[in-house]
């Protein structure tokens, strides 16, 4: 029997300028946050940030634009034969990404369920 993955905080924000627009991931990982790129249907991992991405919204230093949280709740990420599946969950509802190696990224579609303590 495969282990059950933890549920950790996660959050979703825009963030904007000097590069094009993209989202980024943060889902907690101890004292910091492992951190995805999504840009026009791809995803990449960048560096850990520090756990403060998980609500912070407002202009980074060094002028690396801005980040503005639209979505918070809970994450987990588990590797599959083809790359990583990204869950995501907020209240009943859940989403399933597959972040596929070559950095692809396909929706594996979601559900709505009363029972949320999965």
């Keep these: 029997m495969r282990p059950r993955l933890a549920w950790v905080p996660a959050a979703i924000a825009r963030h904007r300028g000097p590069q094009p627009e993209h ?54 990420l588990r590797r599959t034969s083809g790359g990583w599946q990204l869950e995501l969950r907020r209240g009943c509802a859940t989403a399933r990404w597959l972040l596929a190696d070559g950095g692809i990224v396909r929706a594996l579609g979601g559900r709505c369920s009363r029972d949320a303590r999965r």
Excluded: K, N, T
């Design 23 to 76: 989202l980024d991931v943060f889902l907690a990982a101890g004292a910091l946050c492992l951190s995805l790129r999504l840009a026009h249907g791809r995803w990449q991992e960048q560096a850990p940030h520090r756990r403060r991405y998980l609500s912070y919204s407002g202009p980074l230093s060094a002028g690396r634009g801005a980040v503005a949280i639209c979505w918070r709740g809970l994450g987990r």
